[in-house]
């Protein structure tokens, strides 16, 4: 089992910065990848950014060059920093991490979420 607690949501005004945090413990090994989601009101889930096992990373077209996920593995905590925040960027965020089951086959863990809101 792998455990996920996430820190730092909350109101900010647009043009603000917040810096997210997820913690993942427990069966840690075989972790491919951690992600921060965040599902808006009344949409989906979406991913935001992705850091790879091996430092690789990706995001969401609406947040490159403003949000930046970064890792620190002494502390097994991955982070979210997200500047220029705009009231688009209001959601729920949620830490992911997907590891590897089976050749090929992960297993996604999701942390309980934490609220931004990014006020105009």
């Known amino acids: 089992q792998v455990q996920l607690v996430e820190s730092g949501g909350g109101l900010v005004q647009a043009g603000g910065s917040l810096r997210l945090s997820c913690t993942i413990s427990?069966?840690?090994?075989?972790?491919?990848?951690m992600a921060w989601y965040r599902r808006a009101p009344g949409k989906q889930r979406v991913m935001v950014a992705r850091?790879?096992?091996?430092?690789?990373?990706d995001y969401a077209n609406s947040v490159k060059g403003r949000f930046i996920i970064s890792r620190d593995n002494a502390k097994n905590t991955v982070y979210l920093q997200m500047n220029s925040l705009k009231p688009e960027d209001t959601a729920v965020y949620y830490c992911?991490?997907?590891?590897?089951?089976?050749?090929?086959?992960?297993?996604?863990?999701w942390g309980q979420g934490t609220q931004v809101t990014v006020s105009s």
């Open positions: 992911n991490a997907a590891q590897e089951v089976g050749r090929g086959v992960e297993y996604d863990y």
């Open positions: 427990g069966s840690i090994f075989r972790i491919n990848s």
């Open positions: 850091i790879t096992s091996g430092g690789s990373t």
